[in-house]
């Protein structure tokens, strides 16, 4: 079984920054993916940031050039630093994982618990 726990979250005014952490725990092979995803209230779940195990990079064009997404493979975490916060960026910020168990058998996608953002005007 693999657990994700968000930290970071909470209430900071517009162009503010928060950094968001999530570190997984686990029988843990390695990472396909490490991703963060939103939920705004009565909106679809959304992406907002993902990293390949390759390294590969790909954010939500609302939040290009103001997030950044990173990892520690050691610590088997990933980050989320969000700077430049706007009130539309006001949400719960899930943590997603695609994780192998082994090198040959991928062990399925995972979910955190959720943080809440909320940025105030």
């Known amino acids: 079984q693999v657990q994700l726990v968000e930290s970071g979250g909470g209430l900071v005014q517009a162009g503010g920054s928060l950094r968001l952490s999530c570190v997984a725990s686990?029988?843990?092979?390695?990472?396909?993916?490490m991703g963060w995803y939103r939920q705004a209230p009565g909106k679809q779940r959304e992406l907002v940031a993902r990293?390949?195990?390759?390294?590969?990079?790909n954010y939500a064009d609302s939040v290009k050039g103001r997030f950044t997404i990173s990892r520690d493979n050691a610590k088997n975490t990933v980050y989320l630093q969000m700077n430049s916060l706007k009130p539309e960026d006001t949400a719960v910020y899930y943590c997603?994982?695609?994780?192998?168990?082994?090198?040959?058998?991928?062990?399925?996608?995972?979910w955190g618990q959720g943080t809440q953002v909320t940025v105030s005007s």
């Open positions: 997603n994982a695609d994780v192998q168990a082994t090198m040959y058998r991928r062990m399925g996608d995972y």
């Open positions: 686990g029988s843990i092979f390695s990472f396909n993916a």
């Open positions: 990293i390949t195990r390759g390294g590969s990079i």
